[in-house]
């Protein structure tokens, strides 16, 4: 019989959550694949750590709100300190026990009480370093996505080393030839996990622990784009199902369409308090089209003092105007000369303590992004067509330089091959010849045509026709569809 006159009860949703790493580069692609969930019927909720909760500003918090997105906390065991961060950094082994022994009972806590409260949830979406998630999934008889925050490639490396699959020589060292699509690699190019764990032993277990449950999870998930990784994806793809959904990024910006003045949308949260974004949009506004180079080395990446001070010259060596993003607990590693007040930033250089990579990377005026090739980052100049200069540190960021110059072309890399604490200091000299290369001449013109040729390769799979969008898509129909089959209530 019709209900004529009645409203129809709305269809429920899928409900998942989503549970990052605590650090800013692994809670930003998560966040940014929830985003692209909602439209497609599913309803998601973030958690975060209380540490990292207290961190993030009231606007952002409101515009996640404004997203639908919901928030709520589970514990890490350090809820007034937060993660240690930083290579080598202390107490980092200690933290991934406590995390995992305090984390998955209070998942599980928060999964229980929803449930009790009503409000099922049918999926949990975990960061792959954090594999435990997958248990307290299990527990509870949910669905669970397992997302890699990392490269195809450097994903392959890892499980390959892993499971065996890579062979090793007593004098050759790691045979990678096994993995089609690995470009032939140094020891300067391996992540650094791999040769040189520092004083910390649990990174190398966490980085290869991601595999140790993978293939029970219902769907992995990559930050990644298939046709930026075809071989390197497809090798995986013979031992787990692999899906591509990257790049983690707003699709405004991939399609030029960003509004600076739209206050509606977020890409990603921050922990650390910006400088006046009003104030590096200005500067940037009254500087030529490609004059900039733009400077960043993430979220945890520190640089010993006296490669500051070369880094500083070898940009003022170059004679061209730069944006220089220093942290807070980075800026007494400058040289007394680097001390440029607002007057004196009309000059030729700009630093300041944070601001929205995104937004900077979009603007006409930035010809070149001086990078530490930490995943988020690479992907990032990679998408908006920026070409880079490499300066890797540790981790998986020696291997996306690799990448960066020899298999995308769209950059170059310091001739050392690191800096500061994690290798020899790179001089100002070589600092400068590496910029002047990219912003000038015609190996600089080479690289351009690379990075818009790759920048145009991403928008259209990023694209609702697109292979990352079209995998969203699928991944969004899999969930609504495998829930159903469980009877989780839809």
């Known amino acids: 019989m019709a209900n004529h006159g009645q409203p129809s009860e709305p269809t429920p949703k899928p409900h998942c959550l ?57 514990s890490d065991g350090h809820d007034e300190e937060g993660c240690p961060t930083g290579v080598g950094a202390q107490r980092f082994d200690a933290y991934v026990c406590t995390f995992r022994e305090v984390g998955s009972k209070s998942l599980a806590r928060l ?42 490639a450097v994903d392959a490396i890892y499980y390959g080393v892993r499971e065996g699959k890579v062979p090793v020589g007593e004098t050759t060292g790691y045979n990678f030839g096994v993995i089609p699509g690995l470009p032939a690699l140094e020891r300067r190019d391996l992540p650094t996990l ?27 998930l990559c930050n990644s784009v298939r046709e930026v990784e075809q071989e390197e994806l497809s090798w995986l793809s013979n031992f787990l199902p692999f899906m591509t959904v990257g790049p983690t990024i707003p699709l405004p910006y991939l399609n ?65 105007y730069f944006l220089w993003v220093v942290r807070q607990s980075e800026e007494s590693k400058l040289p007394k000369e680097s001390q440029l007040s607002a007057a004196a930033a009309a000059e030729r250089g700009l630093i300041v303590r944070w601001c929205s990579q995104l937004e900077v990377l979009a603007s006409e005026a ?18 908006l067509g920026v070409p880079m200069v490499a300066v890797p540190q540790w981790s998986d960021q020696p291997t996306n330089a690799k990448y960066v110059k020899d298999v995308w072309r769209v950059g170059v890399r310091v001739v050392e091959g690191g800096g500061g604490e994690s290798g020899a200091v790179v001089g100002r000299e070589e600092i400068e010849r590496c910029l002047r290369e990219v912003m000038e001449g015609e190996s600089g013109e080479e690289i351009r045509r690379n990075s818009e040729k790759w920048k145009n390769v991403i928008r259209e799979a990023a694209g609702e026709g697109g292979s990352s969008g079209s995998n969203i898509g699928d991944f969004a129909a899999s969930l609504i569809s495998k829930s159903r089959l469980l009877g989780l209530g839809l």
């Open 366 to 383: 930035v010809g070149c992004f001086v990078t530490h090739c930490g995943w988020n980052s690479t992907l990032e100049g990679l998408s």
């Open 194 to 220: 791999l040769h040189d764990r520092g004083p910390d032993p649990d990174p190398f277990g966490l980085i290869l622990g991601q595999f140790s449950n993978a293939e029970q999870a219902d769907w992995v």
């Open 256 to 320: 030029n369409q960003h509004d600076d003045e739209d206050d509606t949308d977020l890409h990603g949260l921050s922990i650390f308090k910006p400088f006046n974004e009003s104030t590096c949009a200005n500067w940037l506004q009254t500087k030529p089209k490609r004059s900039v180079v733009y400077v960043s080395f993430g979220s945890i990446a520190g640089l010993a003092a006296d490669q500051m001070e070369e880094l500083f010259w070898g940009l003022r060596n170059s004679n061209h």
């Open 18 to 74: 989503a549970v990052p790493f605590p650090t800013q580069g692994h809670i930003n692609p998560i966040l940014e694949f929830s985003k692209r969930l909602i439209p497609k019927g599913i309803r998601v909720t973030l958690l975060l750590t209380p540490f990292i909760s207290k961190s993030i500003s009231a606007r952002d918090r409101t515009r996640i709100s404004a997203l639908e997105i919901g928030l709520e906390t589970i």
């Open 111 to 152: 999964v229980q009480r929803m449930t009790d409260s009503g409000d099922s949830v049918h999926c949990i979406i975990y960061d792959s370093i954090i594999p435990w998630c997958l248990d307290v999934a299990k527990e509870f008889g949910i669905l669970a996505a397992d997302f890699f925050t990392q490269s195809c």
